[in-house]
């Protein structure tokens, strides 16, 4: 028997239902039994649909095309081969269809713009020259030229394996100290933040039949479940129907190897994303299941790390992406606190990788350039979480960016590092941070507890912006 | 080489293009080979296929200037150019006495009955039929069966990543169209791979 709403499910999946008529849909699709074996077959066949074969164009193709159009249009000259564009096709390109008399008006305003650009920058250049000039040349940073080198791993010398040693060392007298950080996780209390609470209860009405929430890119449903999981737990409520739904859709997704969710996309990321969800759901539930799930995800972890200690897209991948290494050192440090000492090599190499991508200003680059501040947050988080002892001077200079920097409120997934590594830090920097950024993610929330966001799915914006608000109470201060 | 013809967007390299810059008609063809290609590719699984239309869409691609509004995307211009192109093929093919092809026509195959029961029963799901190796190429061979004007909007849609407002401009079809096709495609595909596997 096929339901007659079974017709929506293929443009539903595909993001193409209007927002007005999902609540009803989603509220169909929960009770209706055939409607929600539909959307499990056609997710998976969309899935399928979207990695089928694509060919790269044969060598020279582009020549080819070049000369048979020359052979039909034979008035069009070959031109010099590094013929330019004209500056007015540059200006057009840069205005797109305005008409000619405003693109006049547009340029002569950032002519005026650019030369008053130029004398500023001139002199903030003098001024930052004088303020540096007492420093050691050494710390002066290198021009912001240099394309990604600095997230060239550092090569393991014999020296960093002395210093490993030490750290193991360090780690495992503190080890005691740390489980003691285990019941603070285990039992955090519920209801601490109403507009938390108000942000749980709209993502409670978002997930889908079989606990997931799903995620425009089926690759990243296990990575959003896991983040959503996380602002439940983070508010206490291990017990409620939809951690325990969302908790056993994580298992179900476990592979053998240990992997959680696709391996397709950045399956890493969403891999740690699920296996901090596992961790923390093991620690709040008590369930066997759920950590046997647990340690078999940070097993995968370990084992999918690459050679310089990061860890990028797919295992082993020598791409290190500082987002995934983040999550994934905050799985490591969760699975220290319950006890797992066998994850101190990895969380040691690590922190080796980590301080090497850190530039003298304390920047972390990202993958693109507008990413420095985020992966400034994410990288500080790492590297307080990955050592006994972090470098106190990098994590100031560290600070002093994340203070410095404007609250972009549309910023969340930024916000929630900024929260996690400020909190971490403690003392003023803690004092300084935490009220604008808190004050900025409520300003963003809608009336019904939501957050909308240009850059991700409104579960996943509302995901960071709950977890945001929970940061003071999701975890100890681990230096402590 | 290119010099700064890459910083341009298509509006301008077809303005360009207009005034015979021969560089703005390179940069365009190497801005959109590979969707173009692939597009191709997926309609015919048939690499030597798929870059000679796609030669022949950027061959025709000057003579239909006149009708491109600087307004409306390129992409959509491009592949409106290009699934004529592929009835063109399809007719002469069918003219030929090669692969029939009917273009509005409906289900290939499946008599009467309601599409979700047949996809059902004692044999396995396609969920479980996808779950296995040779589901690529059961695919491919499913994608082959759809009638043409499903397997349009499923390329489209899924391979080329266009969302129905597009594609509904580029097919010159209602939106609501462009979903019901959608839909029927996937229930089509479904069927097909149950089909397969029993």
Redesign the interface.
């Known amino acids: 028997?096929?339901c007659h709403q079974?017709?929506e499910?293929?443009?539903f999946l595909?993001g193409?239902v209007p927002e007005k008529e999902l609540p009803a849909l989603r509220s169909h699709f929960d009770s209706c039994a055939?409607c929600s074996r539909?959307l499990?077959?056609?997710r998976?066949?969309?899935e399928?649909?979207?990695k089928?074969?694509?060919?790269?164009?044969?060598p020279g193709?582009?020549g080819?095309?070049?000369d048979?159009?020359?052979r039909?249009?034979p008035?069009?000259?070959?031109?010099s081969?590094?013929?330019?564009?004209?500056l007015w096709?540059?200006i057009?390109?840069a205005f797109?269809?305005m008409p000619a008399w405003a693109i006049s008006v547009s340029v002569h305003v950032l002519v005026v713009g650019i030369a008053a650009l130029i004398i500023f920058q001139s002199r903030g250049a003098r001024d930052d020259h004088d303020r540096t000039r007492p420093a050691d040349s050494a710390h002066v940073a290198p021009p912001d030229t240099t394309p990604r080198d600095f997230m060239a791993a550092p090569v393991p010398d014999p020296l960093n394996q002395s210093r490993a040693s030490e750290s193991w060392k360090a780690w495992l007298d503190r080890m005691p100290r740390d489980a003691r950080h285990a019941p603070f996780v285990a039992k955090r209390a519920s209801g601490s933040d109403p507009s938390a609470t108000k942000a749980l209860a709209w993502l409670a009405s978002a997930q889908w039949p079989g606990g997931r929430w799903m995620a425009p890119d089926p690759a990243s449903t296990a990575g959003l479940t896991g983040l959503v999981l996380l602002a439940f737990l983070a508010d206490g409520q291990a017990a409620a129907e939809p951690v325990q739904k969302g908790l056993e859709f994580l298992r179900s997704e476990q592979r053998a190897s240990g992997l959680v969710g696709s391996d397709q996309g950045n399956s890493l990321l969403h891999h740690a994303i699920a296996t901090v969800a596992l961790l923390e759901g093991a620690l709040a539930t008590g369930d066997p299941r759920t950590r046997a799930a647990a340690a078999a995800a940070i097993g995968f972890s370990v084992s999918a790390q690459n050679e310089p200690g990061g860890w990028g897209a797919w295992a082993r991948s020598p791409e290190s992406d500082t987002l995934t290494g983040a999550w994934q050192i905050l799985a490591l440090r969760l699975s220290l606190i319950q006890g797992d000492a066998g994850v101190l090599p990895a969380l040691v190499r690590a922190h080796g990788r980590i301080q090497g991508s850190i530039d003298p200003k304390g920047r972390v680059r990202g993958s693109a350039p507008g990413d420095v501040l985020f992966s400034t947050a994410a990288g500080m988080l790492s590297l307080e979480l990955s050592s006994p002892a972090p470098d106190q001077g990098i994590l100031a200079r560290q600070e002093d960016l994340l203070l410095e920097a404007p609250v972009d409120p549309k910023d969340l997934r930024g916000a929630l590092f900024r929260s996690l590594a400020l909190f971490q830090r403690g003392g003023d920097a803690w004092a300084r941070g935490w009220t604008p950024l808190r004050e900025a993610v409520l300003r963003a929330q809608a009336p019904d507890g939501s957050w909308a966001s240009d850059a991700v799915s409104e579960v996943h914006a509302t995901a960071l912006g709950a977890l945001t608000l929970l940061s003071p109470v999701r975890y100890p201060r681990l230096s402590e | 080489m290119a010099g700064d013809w890459d910083k341009l967007d298509d509006a301008a390299l077809i303005s360009a293009l207009q005034k015979g810059r021969l560089p703005a008609f390179t940069q365009l063809v190497e801005r959109h080979q590979r969707s173009l290609i692939n597009f191709f590719y997926h309609l015919s699984w048939d690499r030597q296929v798929a870059e000679d239309c796609a030669q022949e869409v950027f061959l025709r691609l000057h003579s239909h200037l006149g009708s491109y509004e600087p307004q409306a995307k390129f992409t959509t211009f491009l592949y409106r150019i290009a699934r004529n192109l592929w009835i063109d093929r399809m007719r002469s093919e069918a003219s030929r006495g090669g692969k029939p092809v009917s273009l509005e026509a409906a289900s290939a195959s499946g008599g009467d009955r309601p599409l979700g029961d047949r996809v059902r029963g004692p044999s396995p799901t396609p969920v479980e039929i996808l779950a296995r190796q040779e589901t690529r190429q059961a695919l491919r061979d499913a994608i082959e069966r759809l009638p043409e004007e499903q397997k349009s909007v499923l390329i489209l849609s899924e391979m080329q990543g266009l969302k129905y407002q597009e594609i509904s401009a580029i097919l010159d079809i209602p939106v609501g169209t462009v979903k019901s096709r959608m839909h029927t495609a996937m229930e089509r595909l479904k069927e097909i791979l149950t089909e397969k596997e029993s």
């Open positions: 028997m096929t079974s017709g499910i293929t443009a595909k193409e055939s539909e499990e077959t056609s998976r066949l969309l399928s649909l979207s089928m074969d694509q060919i790269e164009p044969s193709f582009t080819r095309v070049r048979a159009f020359l039909a249009h008035e069009f000259q070959a031109g081969p590094v013929e330019k564009a004209t096709d540059s057009r390109a797109g269809v």
